[in-house]
């Protein structure tokens, strides 16, 4: 289309020739295209309705199914600590009738037993007396130690005057050591006093096998926790997992720690795939369920479907181009001809800018070359003389340079060039002073319009950028690299003087003055 466009934009040629391609064929090639655009917008359009039409309707239907999930979870759940509440709350009842008497301590043994058998999920029911005592049991025989006054369900009750049953976080059992969920209800006294706790054990087992029914995918996350976001049971099973809180994820924070049920897509912390999580909270327990399907589970119908779409989309459009590009075939093959020659004229230019940057520099440093240089020189040397300016030239040598690359390489003596070029570069010069890479480890600066003392200024600016490169070098005096500098300053005007002369001033009267007091100096001649 950009092609046709252009061709387009040129208009109709004077020729008879051309004079055949002119309104008609344009008209044609533009009915085309608008009418190949046309279909592929719309086509393009419904099909993208349609993804996000089936998307919605798939992401709906994977929510419905993992909030029913939740649904029939959180029912088990409500059943099996309603079932507690009303095991404990029947023997509270009983305890309260016959008294907390030795005698009757004794006859608990088997209606524990009994009650314990008539539920698969109970490991064991126990009584503690006010002190923490265990004081009856479902089991055989009492512990030997029985003191049980650490456990968070006993001070609980002990410290709080609450008749509803509580909920504990899962334990080890100090008896079996299995994982249990303790389940208790506080025991009274006639005068409302506290008289002790009874406790019933859920094993966690029995609800690892109740979840392992509900497998949706291997990524799927299946937790019971308490409102708090302490996890009481997780599938797929992680025994490290249970115990530990979820309160610091964001879809706590944001989701299950505010609302009373909800669904949405999200991830557990910053670690884990996206996932549609659903969650509710019993209503007369303080336990939340909480239920996650993988998001790419969940749409793998919908992106089979989206796929084969797609690619009946792309196949429609691909003829679809094809067909139109036939009818422009030929007007592309004119065209083709001239974007060629634009592009070599392009490239002509592209190259010639290279060239004439690679004549003008130095390919190590980046400064300006030898042949730069001269013909900058001769340029401002026949300015001066036409304005009777004085004109300055700044030569400076490395010193100890051979040695430098003896003692370290040519590769490193290659990089102390560079150092140096992008320190003179960085020199805050004229518009028309020119610095150069002279050969070797020489450098030459240009100072059209200067004076001797603005040269020697120059000169000491130059020293200290380049010892302020602080680049060591054992072979030298001083132990770092140093540089010698020659300053000379003409009259161009006056007729004495030639480019090559006042360059070889620089060179045999001021730098060889410098090397000869002993190097790493600013000498002028």
């Known amino acids: 289309m950009l092609k046709l466009t252009h061709f387009f934009g040129r208009g109709r040629r004077n020729d008879d020739t051309d004079s055949l391609d002119g309104p008609p064929r344009f008209s044609l090639i533009l009915q085309v295209a608008a009418s190949a655009l046309f279909l592929a917008v719309v086509l393009v359009s419904l099909t993208g309705w349609h993804l996000y039409h089936t998307y919605q309707l798939a992401l709906s239907r994977s929510q419905t199914n993992i909030l029913n999930l939740t649904q029939a979870l959180s029912q088990h759940a409500n059943y099996t600590f309603m079932q507690a509440e009303i095991l404990l709350t029947d023997l509270a009842q009983r305890i309260a009738q016959d008294g907390l008497a030795a005698a009757q301590q004794g006859q608990l043994h088997p209606l524990f037993t009994a009650k314990m058998r008539a539920l698969p999920q109970v490991r064991g029911i126990f009584l503690y007396d006010a002190a923490g005592h265990m004081v009856?049991?479902?089991d055989n025989a009492l512990p030997a130690n029985t003191d049980f006054a650490a456990r968070d369900y006993y001070r609980y009750h002990r410290d709080h005057n609450d008749a509803n049953l509580h909920i504990g976080t899962v334990i080890r059992s100090r008896l079996t050591g299995?994982?249990?969920?303790?389940?208790?209800?506080?025991?009274?006294?006639?005068d409302g006093s506290f008289a002790g706790v009874l406790l019933e054990s859920v094993v966690i087992d029995y609800f690892r096998h109740f979840y392992a029914r509900f497998v949706i995918d291997d990524d799927s996350i299946l937790m019971m926790m308490l409102n708090n976001g302490t996890v009481l049971y997780r599938h797929p099973y992680n025994e490290r997992a249970i115990g530990s809180s979820i309160s610091a994820t964001p879809l706590y924070q944001k989701h299950i720690g505010q609302q009373a049920s909800g669904v949405m897509t999200g991830a557990l912390n910053g670690q884990d795939a996206q996932k549609i999580y659903s969650f509710t909270h019993l209503q007369q327990f303080p336990v939340a369920i909480t239920t996650g399907m993988s998001l790419d589970q969940a749409l793998v119908d919908w992106r089979q479907d989206a796929i084969s779409h797609l690619i009946l989309v792309v196949i429609f459009l691909a003829l679809l181009?094809?067909?139109?590009?036939?009818?422009?075939?030929?007007?592309?093959r004119r065209m083709r001809v001239e974007e060629e020659l634009r592009h070599a004229q392009r490239e002509l230019r592209k190259l010639n800018r290279s060239l004439e940057h690679l004549a003008r520099r130095d390919g190590l440093t980046g400064l300006y070359n030898r042949r730069h240089f001269d013909?900058?020189?001769?340029?401002?040397?026949?300015?001066?003389?036409?304005?009777?300016?004085?004109l300055g030239i700044i030569l400076l040598d490395i010193d100890f340079f051979k040695q430098y690359n003896d003692l370290y390489g040519h590769v490193a003596g290659d990089n102390c060039l560079k150092r140096i070029g992008k320190a003179l570069k960085a020199l805050s010069l004229r518009h028309r002073d020119r610095v150069a890479r002279y050969g070797g480890e020489e450098f030459i600066i240009l100072l059209p319009q200067t004076d001797?003392?603005?040269?020697?200024?120059?000169a000491q600016?130059?020293?200290?950028a380049i010892t302020g490169l602080a680049i060591a070098h054992q072979a030298s005096p001083t132990g770092s690299l140093t540089p010698s500098i020659g300053v000379y300053v003409g009259q161009p005007a006056s007729g004495d003087e030639s480019p090559s002369r006042m360059v070889s001033r620089?060179?045999?009267?001021?730098?060889?003055?410098?090397?000869?007091?002993g190097r790493n100096r600013i000498c002028l001649a």
Request: hydrophobic share 50%; glycine share 0%.
């Open 321 to 332: 181009s094809l067909l139109a590009i036939s009818f422009i075939r030929q007007i592309r």
């Open 178 to 190: 299995e994982l249990i969920l303790p389940v208790s209800l506080c025991i009274n006294r006639p």
């Open 375 to 390: 013909l900058a020189l001769t340029d401002e040397f026949n300015r001066a003389v036409l304005s009777h300016d004085a």
């Open 506 to 517: 620089a060179d045999t009267a001021a730098l060889y003055q410098a090397k000869r007091e």
């Open 452 to 458: 001797e003392a603005s040269a020697l200024e120059v």
């Open 461 to 464: 600016r130059v020293y200290e």
């Open 136 to 138: 009856a049991t479902s």
